[in-house]
């Protein structure tokens, strides 16, 4: 008999609303600690927005990044990014590498004194590197990326809503939304609390979570829009509980695999990459929490519009055992 592993039994009797008051007072607790948070400590903003220079560095041999950034350790310039450039038309004597350095200054950008600075710690480790190219993001463009960040979230949020009030009913609509801003007030408060770098990738993390949440959550409505019309004289919330129960396997190998996945690259991704990394995995976690505890309780307490005055039949004419059965109480 083959070997088959099961995170989840194949069929479950969890009663997620034995404690929705506690578990949906813990969610807003969480959202209102998250705004606090925000509005004291603000973000640690990357070079995406606060502003800084861009320097294309080219060498003819071989370089590691670490090094490059050992070397610029020293230099107490901030906000410092490396990363090497890959290019299949870049020949074997061709080797590039980004660096961005942020700076808190009015005019966005590194003095030339520092440029020559940085120039001269890198040919301590590769004497033969030479700057292409040098940019400079100010701190107003800075402020319309922010501005700009700020409107892919509420556009996308706003779309979804649209997309599931058409799907369904407005009241799943409104159960989806309220799970997705519970995700992204979390994962924007724990970057604020313990000040993770917040940039661009960190909006593109922001976006795939609102993607991948109410992924979970169509799932699980689409399962529980059918048995609403299964069990027409069951409560909602034991038909809530089904649902939830039926569609539990799905929900945990999935973020169980994308977890994963996700920390196998926070672990060996590096420095580029974390901050992204680091949003999806928090995110793969509240979402999962959402989908279960948030959006189903908003359903819950808004309502879903039934027919409770014809019981359910089964094909035979006779009253379904099921129909009306408690729960706790059906096999």
């Given amino acids: 008999m083959a070997f088959r592993l099961k995170l989840v039994p194949d069929v479950t009797h969890y009663d997620f609303f034995r404690w929705q008051k506690l578990?949906?007072?813990?969610?807003?607790?969480?959202?209102?600690?998250?705004?606090?948070?925000?509005?004291?400590?603000?973000?640690?903003?990357?070079?995406?927005?606060?502003?800084?220079?861009?320097?294309?560095?080219?060498?003819?041999?071989?370089?590691?990044v670490s090094d490059y950034r050992q070397a610029l350790g020293g230099l107490n310039?901030?906000?410092?990014?490396?990363?090497?450039?890959?290019?299949?038309?870049?020949?074997?004597?061709?080797?590039?590498?980004?660096?961005?350095?942020?700076?808190?200054?009015?005019?966005?950008?590194?003095?030339?004194?520092?440029?020559?600075?940085?120039?001269?710690?890198?040919?301590?480790?590769d004497p033969q590197v030479r700057f292409a190219a040098v940019e400079s993001v100010g701190p107003?463009?800075?402020?319309?990326?922010?501005?700009?960040?700020?409107?892919?979230?509420?556009a996308a949020t706003l779309g979804i809503l649209f997309y599931v009030w058409l799907r369904f009913e407005w009241q799943f609509a409104v159960g989806g939304v309220f799970a997705l801003v519970h995700d992204i007030l979390l994962t924007a408060g724990i970057f604020s609390l313990f000040q993770i770098k917040f940039d661009l990738s960190t909006i593109a993390a922001l976006l795939t979570i609102l993607g991948y949440s109410i992924n979970d959550t169509v799932v699980v409505f689409d399962r529980l829009r059918e048995n609403l019309i299964k069990f027409k004289t069951m409560p909602l919330i034991d038909v809530m509980n089904l649902t939830v129960n039926e569609t539990l396997s799905r929900t945990i190998m999935t973020a169980v695999a994308t977890a994963l996945a996700l920390a196998a690259l926070l672990a060996l991704g590096g420095d580029?990459?974390?901050?992204?990394?680091?949003?999806?995995?928090?995110?793969?976690?509240?979402?999962?929490?959402?989908?279960?505890?948030?959006?189903k309780n908003i359903v819950l307490w808004l309502g879903v519009k039934r027919d409770w005055s014809k019981p359910e039949k089964t094909p035979a004419g006779e009253v379904s055992d099921l129909a009306g059965t408690p729960f706790q109480d059906r096999p």
């Fill in 23 to 64: 578990t949906f007072g813990i969610s807003a607790v969480a959202m209102i600690a998250s705004v606090i948070i925000i509005f004291l400590n603000g973000f640690n903003f990357g070079i995406d927005f606060k502003g800084g220079t861009t320097i294309r560095a080219e060498s003819p041999t071989a370089f590691e």
């Fill in 272 to 295: 580029v990459i974390r901050g992204f990394v680091f949003a999806m995995l928090w995110g793969v976690f509240v979402g999962c929490y959402s989908t279960i505890y948030v959006a």
């Fill in 77 to 125: 310039l901030g906000d410092v990014s490396i990363t090497e450039v890959f290019d299949p038309s870049f020949g074997a004597d061709r080797h590039v590498a980004m660096i961005r350095i942020g700076t808190s200054g009015e005019t966005g950008s590194v003095t030339p004194e520092e440029l020559n600075q940085v120039e001269a710690a890198l040919k301590t480790v």
């Fill in 140 to 154: 107003k463009v800075s402020g319309e990326l922010i501005k700009t960040a700020l409107y892919a979230v509420g």
